[in-house]
């Protein structure tokens, strides 16, 4: 059985760091795009950001894009979303999602692309 976890959420003040960890069980993400997605109350889910199989090449939204980085640890079957100086409005719950792309150099910012979800981890910022 496929399952993706994700942990680190928590709560930081504005301007603070987490580091979101998204890790496999049954499967291996060594051939998966990764995709992060966040949802706050009373809105759609939203693409925060994705990454190829390789980690070459990624790309993410405009809300986060110079404060979030993805990096993948293949031998640890774990992809991290570091977030630096988090505003209120990154308060959400933070979903990690995964699809086979084998020797595909792809990722997708679409949430229905994705097979395997995790269940999310919630990030409140407080101003």
């Known amino acids: 059985q496929v399952q993706l976890v994700e942990s680190g959420g928590g709560s930081v003040q504005a301007g603070g760091s987490l580091r979101l960890s998204c890790q496999a069980s049954g499967r291996t993400f060594r051939s998966d795009a990764v995709g992060w997605f966040r949802q706050a109350p009373g809105k759609e889910r939203e693409f925060v950001g994705a990454?190829?199989?390789?980690?070459?090449?990624?790309d993410y939204g405009d809300s986060v894009k110079g404060r979030f980085t993805i990096r993948r640890d293949n031998a640890k079957n774990t992809v991290y979303l570091q977030m630096s100086s988090l505003q209120p409005e990154d308060t959400g719950v933070y979903y990690c999602?995964?699809?086979?792309?084998?020797?595909?150099?792809?990722?997708?910012?679409?949430?229905?692309?994705?097979?395997?979800w995790g269940q999310g981890t919630q990030v409140t910022v407080s101003s």
């Open positions: 990454s190829a199989w390789s980690g070459r090449a990624a």
């Open positions: 999602a995964s699809t086979y792309t084998p020797r595909s150099n792809v990722y997708f910012y679409t949430d229905h692309s994705y097979t395997y």
